[in-house]
């Protein structure tokens, strides 16, 4: 029995096979569900009647690892990236009450952290930052010993040149960036990211651009055949000239909106994540999601404790049930991203589990930008450039 036995059994609770794809509208339904029913279970600060331990003494007994006495938990992550059960589901279970808040682009991140001391416990930024949150002394290790399910994580995950054996990260979950695409507007199918960086002008203000440095300078370095980390000035000015000329047709430049964009047949074209896409497909029957024939980029998003957070032990304890299969399944199972534990796999519906645009197949040229410093630095100046500060 691990330090968290009566877990496994909770986690039934609601615990239906994730259905494929889950519209995101239904978070509301069921929250009112949960809250009817009692099971949301937290009881504002005092020890409700499904602490962990089981007993009101075990569930007010202090939590080892935190700073702040607190059951208490400051989530930052992604906006669209987590399921309508998870949070509540934690809650009912330890009773830790989540503040969960969300940003939509690494850069936002960054810059909140590096402003100045947070309250978060928990931040999610994507594997290619973490040596620069390194550097910057941003984050701090997390507390293994609280996080036994460690050991259900895919190899890859552990054996990373980002953090080998997870001192400072915990994978959350994994994606491809690619293009969602309407094919009854656009009368046909995409599959290079032509269509996208040059775009037809009958999709004049109907085209979105992902604004995040690594995907915009990334990819459209793919489309015109350089490295994918090329930090070339030459390549660096080429990308400027594609990208400026494709920005009269570009109705914003956005990692927030695209989904529901999408959905309302508002734009045809979007560069975008694969899970964000899928959850628009959810909407509208009419996009697709494609990785473009170019090739295009792969990323890891990585649970990290921010430096001096005020609950690293609690963060620990939602890091570890995060971990556990069945909860890897209700998320991934529900925004439609990769799960870094397998043992998760059988749990999700087939269909996804064999979906190459989730689960791409090795032949599928897939890049990971691994830029810092200097070099990273180039790239937001040719962003700059298009986009603006
Ligand atoms: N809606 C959640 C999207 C998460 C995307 N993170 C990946 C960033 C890659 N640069």
């Known amino acids: 029995m691990g330090p968290y036995s009566r877990e496994d059994r909770d986690l039934n609770l609601l615990m239906e096979q994730p259905g494929r794809r889950v519209g995101r509208r239904s978070f509301l339904q069921v929250a009112r569900l949960l809250a009817a029913a009692g099971a949301a279970g937290y009881a504002g600060g005092t020890v409700a009647g ?9 569930a007010a007994a202090p939590i080892p690892g935190n ?22 589901l934690f809650q009912a279970q330890t009773n830790l009450r989540i503040n969960y808040d969300v940003y939509s682009s690494n ?18 930024p994507t594997s ?23 050991t259900n994580l895919d190899r890859e995950f552990v054996e990373t040149d980002y953090d080998p054996g997870n001192r400072y990260t915990v994978p959350w979950q994994w994606g491809t960036t690619g293009i969602g695409f309407n094919r009854r507007r656009l009368g046909g199918t995409v599959d290079s990211w032509g269509t996208l960086f040059e775009p037809p002008a009958g999709a004049k203000g109907r085209v979105s651009l992902l604004r995040e ?80 024939r170019e090739g295009s980029l792969r990323f890891v998003d990585v ?54 645009a989730i689960y791409p197949p090795a032949n599928i040229k897939l890049s990971i930008v691994t830029l810092t410093g200097q070099k990273l630095q180039k790239w937001r100046a040719a962003y700059e450039e298009v986009v603006g500060p």
């Not at 499904?50 to 075990?58: I, L, M, Q, V």
């Not at 850069?107 to 999610?124: F, S």
């Not at 990819?219 to 080429?238: F, H, M, Q, V």
């Not at 890897?328 to 087939?350: D, M």
């Open 50 to 58: 499904r602490g962990d331990g089981g007993t009101a003494a075990a």
């Open 67 to 88: 700073r702040r006495e607190e059951r208490l938990l400051n989530v930052y992550n992604w906006s669209d990236y987590i399921d309508d059960r998870t949070i509540p």
């Open 107 to 124: 850069e936002d991140l960054l810059a909140k952290l590096r402003a100045g001391p947070t309250d978060y416990d928990i931040i999610v």
């Open 128 to 150: 290619d930052f973490i040596p620069t949150y390194r550097a910057l002394d941003l984050i701090e290790p997390i507390r293994q010993d609280l996080v036994p399910n460690l």
């Open 213 to 292: 440095v690594t995907d915009l300078i990334g990819c459209a370095l793919i489309y015109l055949g350089k490295s994918p980390n090329s930090t070339r000035d030459g390549d660096l000015a080429e990308v400027v000239k594609l990208l400026k000329a494709a920005k009269p047709r570009v109705k914003r430049f956005t990692t927030d909106t695209y989904i529901d964009e999408l959905a309302a047949n508002e734009t045809w074209l979007a560069q975008g994540w694969s899970g964000d896409v899928f959850q628009a497909q959810d909407q509208n029957p009419d996009v697709s999601y494609v990785i473009p």
């Open 303 to 356: 649970m990290c404790v921010p430096k001096g957070a005020p609950h690293p032990g609690n963060a620990a304890r939602f890091m570890n049930y995060a971990l556990h299969p069945k909860v890897q399944a209700r998320i991934s199972g529900y925004v439609s991203y990769g799960t870094p534990v397998s043992l998760a796999k059988p749990l999700l519906p087939e269909d996804q589990t064999s979906d190459p």
